[in-house]
């Protein structure tokens, strides 16, 4: 079975523009979570959408957002990059939104800002 | 904050060495998940232990956990060159009503030298 897929790999952008990130989830995961990664740190949560809707918000700014599609497919935008928007942003999915949930990663897209 | 925070920061040991990593955390739990991570890639699901267990084994992983002390640890036995990477353990609990996160800290970067 196909795990968490994301797409693009590698995104090279410059300062002020926009970004659009895409995740699919694990056949029949209906939570899907984002996560923004810098170097050396551990992942930081940024939302987590279930049913469509969003669940939860980490502490980003609102130049970040998220939707969740009805196939339950996601995206995540982020506008006006800076250069402290280089990172690895990390997709995870989840059967469900309670807290008995084993979250599964995918490889992750990596955004460069210059 | 419910922030994972691993120890030692970095531990390098024999090919065939077990290799033991420590986890804290500061409030209450409804579950801890710990992961690899393989050089800036996605993150690996390795084991999830719900608050009312205290041990649980997968394969030559060994994970403990204990609520009184905010404390959980990973064994990795017979350890292999393979399985050098950076571990992370990652509390998962209610922050607010709906929200629900892995919360991770920075890792533990594992090298086992062949």
């Known amino acids: 079975d196909a795990g968490v897929t994301q797409s693009p790999t590698h995104l090279i952008k410059t300062r002020g523009q926009h970004v659009t990130l895409r995740c699919s989830p694990i056949s029949g995961h209906k939570s899907v979570s984002w996560y923004q990664q810098v170097l050396g740190q551990g992942p930081q949560f940024i939302f987590q959408?279930?049913?469509?809707?969003?669940?939860g918000r980490g502490n980003f700014p609102d130049r970040f957002s998220a939707r969740q599609f009805p196939n339950y497919s996601s995206e995540l935008n982020v506008n006006a990059l800076l250069l402290g928007d280089s990172a690895l942003y990390l997709c995870?999915?989840?059967?469900?939104?309670?807290?008995?949930?084993?979250?599964?990663f995918g490889p992750g897209t990596r955004l460069t800002v210059l | 904050s419910q922030q994972g925070e691993e120890d030692p920061q970095a531990l390098s040991i024999q090919e065939g060495e077990n290799a033991t990593m420590n986890c804290s955390y500061k409030t209450s739990i409804n579950n801890l998940q710990w992961y690899r991570q393989n050089s800036g890639r996605g993150l690996v699901h390795l084991i999830l232990i719900r608050s009312n267990e205290r041990e649980k084994h997968s394969g030559r992983l060994r994970v403990t956990l204990d609520t009184s002390k905010k404390s959980s640890s990973l064994l990795i036995t017979a350890s292999r060159a393979a399985d050098t990477a950076s571990y992370f353990c990652a509390p998962w609990a209610v922050e607010g009503a709906g929200s629900y996160q892995l919360t991770f800290g920075k890792g533990t970067k594992l090298s086992v030298i062949p």
């Open positions: 995870a999915s989840g059967s469900a939104s309670g807290s008995h949930n084993e979250q599964f």
């Open positions: 959408y279930y049913e469509k809707e969003e669940r």
